[in-house]
Nanobody, 116 residues
């Protein structure tokens, strides 16, 4: 059974930090490119970050560049999103996504709320 389970969301003040985790099971994690997306209330789901299979290459949406870092540990079947200098506009449900020609899997999401 394929599962992606996100954790680490919560309530934080502007300027604060959070680290999201997404742990995979039921498929060969190291074969999949991993993504983080987010969806704010009333808005479309937005791509945030991508990391390639070995974890050597990453990319980010412009709005988070320099503040967020995606990483992965293939031995632990886990992808991370370190979020620093958080802003109210980062408030959203954050989802991890695993994608390969053989599959496209999503987690259930974790809420991140940035408020004074």
């Amino acid at each position: 059974q394929v599962q992606l389970v996100e954790s680490g969301g919560g309530l934080v003040q502007p300027g604060g930090s959070l680290r999201l985790s997404c742990t995979a099971s039921g498929f060969t994690f190291s074969n999949y490119v991993m993504y983080w997306y987010r969806q704010a209330p009333g808005k479309a789901r937005e791509w945030v970050a991508i990391i390639n299979r070995p974890g050597a290459s990453t990319n980010y949406v412009d709005s988070v560049k320099g503040r967020f870092t995606i990483s992965r540990d293939n031995a632990k079947n886990t992808v991370y999103l370190q979020m620093n200098t958080l802003k109210p506009e980062d408030t959203a449900v954050y989802y991890c996504n695993a994608r390969d020609i053989s599959g496209d899997y999503w987690g259930q999401g974790t809420q991140v709320t940035v408020t004074p």
